[in-house]
């Protein structure tokens, strides 16, 4: 099983960015894409970014598309997030976890979800 740590969430005004950060541990040997999703209060969670983990493709959902960037490091098994012109619709907390597939709707994830990481955006 792969264990996941979020971290880099916060409070930030509409248009401005932030980068948040997945450290994942364990059986990483089993990672093939990593991807972070995002819940909302009364939603369910959705899937926002993957990057396949040797070849680097990236997909994203329409509504991230041009704005946020993932990105990986695959000597330290963490994925980032890279998200700009944040809107108050991107409120959530931000979650990853890694999945033996690609892409990563093939399967279930490897690992429990982890804490996640909370971003607000507020006026």
């Known amino acids: 099983q792969v264990q996941f740590v979020e971290s880099g969430g916060g409070l930030v005004q509409p248009g401005e960015s932030l980068r948040v950060s997945c450290a994942a541990s364990?059986?990483?040997?089993?990672?093939?894409?990593m991807g972070w999703y995002r819940q909302a209060p009364g939603k369910q969670r959705e899937l926002v970014a993957q990057?396949?983990?040797?070849?680097?493709?990236?997909y994203y959902t329409n509504s991230v598309q041009g704005r946020f960037f993932i990105s990986r490091n695959i000597a330290n098994n963490t994925v980032y997030l890279q998200m700009n012109s944040l809107k108050p619709e991107d409120t959530a907390v931000y979650y990853c976890?890694?999945?033996?597939?690609?892409?990563?709707?093939?399967?279930?994830?490897?690992?429990?979800w982890g804490q996640g990481t909370q971003v607000t955006v507020s006026s």
């Open positions: 990057i396949n983990w040797s070849g680097g493709r990236t």
């Open positions: 364990g059986a990483t040997f089993r990672i093939h894409g």
């Open positions: 976890n890694a999945h033996a597939c690609w892409p990563l709707t093939s399967c279930p994830g490897l690992g429990s």
